[in-house]
């Protein structure tokens, strides 16, 4: 059986969600996205520069008609800020869903929790499919899936900071409450990490700086398309539990010179 | 007359309508949204909606992020 994740009422194969910063141009970004599988990718919202208004768009490499677009609120520090950047981005024409990100502290970029629920709330309201980036909070969480989120995004580490899942155990407790989709945003280093995230039975994962920031991008975006991959089998296949002691692989029967 | 397009002071044509603005500009509408003194114009109403002296603009697209 296809083994598909469903968000916002649409079915995706690919658990493998990419960022589109931080690449040396478009043709790379197009190229990585290729790589790594997903079906989902996030851009920010920007003023378009009106002195150079003949540059190329983003959107004439990655096709809307192809990929599900996901803008994103990066940047915004306060819950009214994230709300106009997310009714600019729908307007702009790629949908319902919003990344919302309203963030609490330049260094850590940390998430302001409740500044995130305001927004989310009047978001909902005003029917996006609204996926908020939070820390691996369960709390928080449920507030977010009460309020009506399309989805939970619990980060795994600080954004950009590679450090993988710092707090397993958080993003355990927050599975087995969610009835929503849980996604990893942000944190992830390499392949592994974004395995264990699907070990844990997370529904995605969403990275940018990992695959972008690589010395060799389209082969780490490979390499974490394949991880998503392991990671999700491994899940349904259901590993085996931690011993502290040996069990043996081979029979202990008909050893000789016994 | 005066005004200002994310957050830079422009001189347009008066009462020049938000269509004629973006094709001014070279945008490509499809590409593109606009919020005209914090209300997002809908992109049907580029062509009825005029602005007026000191309007302020924010004309934004999609650019690469995570």
């Known amino acids: ?36 599988g997903a079906q989902i990718v996030t851009v920010a919202v920007r003023r378009v ?19 599900t677009i996901l803008p994103n609120t990066a940047g915004c520090y306060t819950a009214d800020e994230a709300i106009r950047t997310a009714r600019l981005a729908r307007e702009a024409g790629v ?28 978001l909902v309201r005003e029917g996006f499919d609204v996926l908020p980036y939070i820390n691996d909070d369960p709390i928080a969480a449920k507030k977010l899936e009460e309020i009506g989120c399309a989805a ?64 060799d991008p389209l082969l780490m975006a490979e390499a974490m398309r394949l991880g998503v991959e392991a990671g999700r089998k491994a ?12 069990t043996a692989s081979s029979p202990l029967d008909g050893l000789i010179a016994r | 007359m005066r005004v200002v397009i994310n957050g830079e002071e422009q001189i347009v044509q008066d009462g020049i309508s938000v269509a004629d603005l973006v094709v001014a500009l070279g945008l490509n509408r499809r590409r593109i949204a606009v919020e005209l003194n914090q209300q997002i114009v809908a992109r049907e109403a580029y062509e009825q909606r005029q602005l007026a002296a000191d309007d302020a603009l924010e004309i934004v697209t999609f650019v690469g992020g995570g």
């Open chain 1, 1 to 36: 059986m296809l083994d598909t994740f469903e968000l916002a009422g649409k079915k995706y194969t690919s658990r493998l969600i990419v960022g589109t910063g931080k690449y040396r141009d478009f043709e790379e970004t197009r190229r990585a996205v290729e790589a790594s």
């Open chain 1, 49 to 67: 520069n009106i002195t150079d208004a003949n540059k190329e768009n983003l959107l004439d490499y990655l096709s809307p008609e192809r990929f």
């Open chain 1, 95 to 122: 949908g319902t869903l919003v990344k919302l990100e309203v963030i609490g502290d330049q260094k850590t970029l940390f998430p302001d929790v409740p500044a995130t629920i305001e927004a989310a709330t009047v």
């Open chain 1, 152 to 215: 939970v995004m619990p980060l795994a580490a600080p954004i950009g900071s590679g450090l993988g899942i710092r707090n397993p155990f958080n993003i355990m407790i927050i599975l087995e409450h969610s009835k929503v989709p849980v996604i990893v945003d942000a944190g992830v280093g390499t392949a592994s990490d974004a395995a264990v995230a699907m070990e844990l039975g997370c529904d995605a994962v969403l990275m940018n700086t990992a695959i972008a920031s690589a010395k």
């Open chain 1, 235 to 246: 899940f349904l296949a259901g590993r085996i539990p931690r011993k502290l002691y040996a």
